[in-house]
């Protein structure tokens, strides 16, 4: 897509060749997990494997109980009762979703940690999911954008906006660029924008109660229409991520070194921009704020797969949607009402951000 010229082979920087204090120390220690080509080839397979049975499982196992037999049945077309409708409508179309969502929010965390190079860097923790849950809320309460169609163009467009102006704020000014600075600004511009949008819900009790379960991170009464609304925009960037991961390798090195490289550092940013704020507005438009994936994903897979964004993407792609379906999966059997799916990845999520905050010299990727 022209974003990179051809770059010498093997560009990816290895732990010793990189600045002193320039990796954090899953990165330095990387090695131990990284092996070569084809151990890590068997990790994205294993991985792939566990999100297929993390799938089917989901087909299976819900809050109320339903046969195996008649889950077949519903997949096959031969059952026409109750209970195999609720599978092919509702079961079905959320074990979708939350592929989907699992996708969105872990390659948004890829690129935003890349772009930024910062380890911290997450769609939830930097304002990007609040910037667009409170974009749907606004259109949702004052412009009568009620399915989700209507909603994904404010979901996108709160997240640009979100994401502008968290870059602004932690790449200027005193420290600039460092985690702590596009966290903390992130953070801060996150729950004002979440503020307002909880505003808004509570003085309109009508907007409060069409948006109460996707206000918490809930798949739960998707229907295959929430699929088709989102499933292009989703799959379209996705794949523009995978096409500048090579170039995600050369930005990690630095604005000087990757133009050295032949990379077109703008325009990468650009692109990069561009896939993240798509993938974080239709995430959120569908399924609400989720926290936690992009920052837990990419690290997992920078430490089992190395720091070669080629293979982080990889993994990331096939490991994001077995996490978030596997948390949709305990939501569904841990209580009997069901726990949103965002309460989950928050419980995951949050032993993981203490973890990397506690890390030494976590100043950049």
Not at 25 to 37: C, D, F, L, Y
Not at 273 to 285: D, E, H, N
Request: net charge positive; proline share 5%.
């Amino acid at each position: 897509m022209g974003v990179s010229a051809p770059l010498p082979a093997a560009p990816v920087p290895s732990p010793a060749a990189a600045p002193a204090g320039s990796g954090s120390g899953a990165e330095r220690g990387v090695g131990r997990g990284a092996g070569g080509a084809g151990r890590r080839a068997a990790l994205v397979a294993g991985a792939l494997v566990l999100l297929l049975a993390l799938a089917v499982t989901s087909l299976f196992v819900g809050s109320g109980s339903i046969p195996a037999r008649t889950v077949v049945d519903a997949l096959t077309g031969t059952g026409t009762g109750t209970a195999e409708l609720l599978v092919r409508d509702y079961r079905l179309p959320r074990t979708l979703l939350a592929l989907l969502v699992g996708l969105a929010l872990g390659l948004a965390g890829v690129v935003m940690q890349a772009l930024t190079r910062n380890p911290l860097a997450d769609p939830g923790l930097l304002g990007v999911n609040a910037g667009a849950y409170a974009a749907v809320v606004a259109g949702t309460a004052f412009f009568g954008a009620s399915a989700t169609t209507g909603q994904l163009g404010w979901g996108i467009a709160g997240a640009a906006v979100a994401a502008c102006v968290v870059y602004v704020v932690g790449t200027t000014g005193a420290g600039a660029r460092t985690p702590a600075k596009l966290v903390l600004g992130g953070v801060a511009i996150g729950a004002v924008l979440s503020s307002a949008g909880r505003a808004v819900t509570l003085q309109q009790p009508e907007v409060f109660d069409r948006l109460r379960f996707w206000d918490a991170g809930s798949l739960q009464g998707r229907t295959a229409s929430s699929v088709t609304a989102v499933v292009a925009p989703v799959l379209v960037a996705a794949a523009v991520v995978a096409l500048l991961a090579r170039s995600l390798n050369a930005l990690s090195m630095g604005d000087d070194v990757a133009r050295a490289l032949g990379a077109r550092v703008a325009l990468v940013r650009l692109v990069g921009f561009v896939a993240v704020t798509v993938l974080c507005g239709a995430a959120t438009a569908v399924a609400g704020p989720i926290s936690f994936v992009g920052l837990v994903v990419p690290f997992v897979a920078r430490f089992v797969v190395g720091v070669d964004h080629r293979w982080i993407v990889a993994f990331t792609a096939v490991a994001g949607p077995a996490l978030v379906v596997a948390a949709d999966l305990l939501g569904r059997v841990l209580v009997p009402s069901e726990l949103p799916v965002g309460v989950v990845t928050a419980f995951v999520g949050a032993p993981v951000l203490v973890v990397l905050v506690r890390r030494t010299r976590l100043r950049s990727l």
